[in-house]
């Protein structure tokens, strides 16, 4: 069974360009996480998806970054225009949902460097 | 979510058992106790998760003493494999809320 997948694994721009990360989270998995880890820390979360619906965006800095999440499956998050301080990586993962939600699954991050 | 401590960093000998401490002195009632390692460039990996009672799967064993307020997860026979950073979160049980980590423990595995 495939994993959660997400490209690009890195990426290098440099600052006030846009960029984009793409998730595809395991077949049949409702719920739709993106986390942000700075180097050294924990991840923290950004945004929770329960199919195409963000049930749970609080965390997300809504003057710059944005995801979608269209047709409840894979997820699109966007950082426009990024900033030095966007250096992090950035994390997808996906679970059942619901009663079943005790394991996320995570994707293997992709790590943006903003110059 | 209540807030764990764990120590920065602890070393095993390989092939030893490797215990981790969690203290989370504030956990309410419904909060059950996650456990969560990451390896080094790779997304975090779900271990083990319990409420009350012991439990043990094929990763390791987690022991939660009887008043809740902290936790040991067990690796019986630590490997380098085993070298990441550990991380102990309490949160409802069964809910798709998303995990608050903290930094965990830097687990090393000395050959």
């Not at chain 1, 997948?5 to 077949?27: D, G, L, M, T």
């Not at chain 1, 619901?98 to 992709?110: I, K």
């Not at chain 2, 979510?1 to 419904?30: F, V, W, Y």
């Amino acid at each position: 069974e495939a994993g959660v997948v997400q490209s690009p694994r890195y990426k290098i721009i440099e600052k006030k360009q846009p960029v984009a990360f793409w998730c595809n989270p395991i077949s049949g998995h409702n719920t739709l996480y993106w986390y942000l880890q700075n180097l050294g820390q924990g991840p923290e979360l950004l945004i929770r998806y329960e199919n195409e619906e963000a049930v749970d965006d609080s965390q997300l800095p809504k003057d710059r970054f944005s995801a979608e999440r269209l047709k409840g499956v894979d997820s699109t998050l966007k950082i426009q225009p990024a900033e030095l301080g966007d250096s992090a990586v950035y994390l997808c993962a996906s679970s059942l949902g619901g009663a079943n939600a005790n394991e996320q699954f995570f994707g293997p991050g992709t790590r943006l460097t903003v110059l | 979510d209540a807030k764990t401590t764990q120590p920065t960093s602890m070393d095993c000998a390989e092939g030893r058992a490797a215990n981790l401490p969690c203290n989370h002195s504030t956990i309410s009632g419904n909060e059950y106790v996650y456990w969560y390692r990451q390896i080094h460039s790779q997304g975090p990996q779900y271990i083990i998760h319990g409420l009350k009672n012991n439990e043990t799967n094929e990763m390791a064993s987690l022991i939660i003493t009887e008043d809740r307020k902290s936790s040991t997860l067990i690796l019986p026979h630590a490997t380098l494999r085993d070298t990441a950073v550990y991380y102990c979160i309490v949160k409802p049980g069964g809910g798709a809320d998303g995990l608050t980590f903290g930094k965990g423990t830097h687990l090393i595995i000395q050959p």
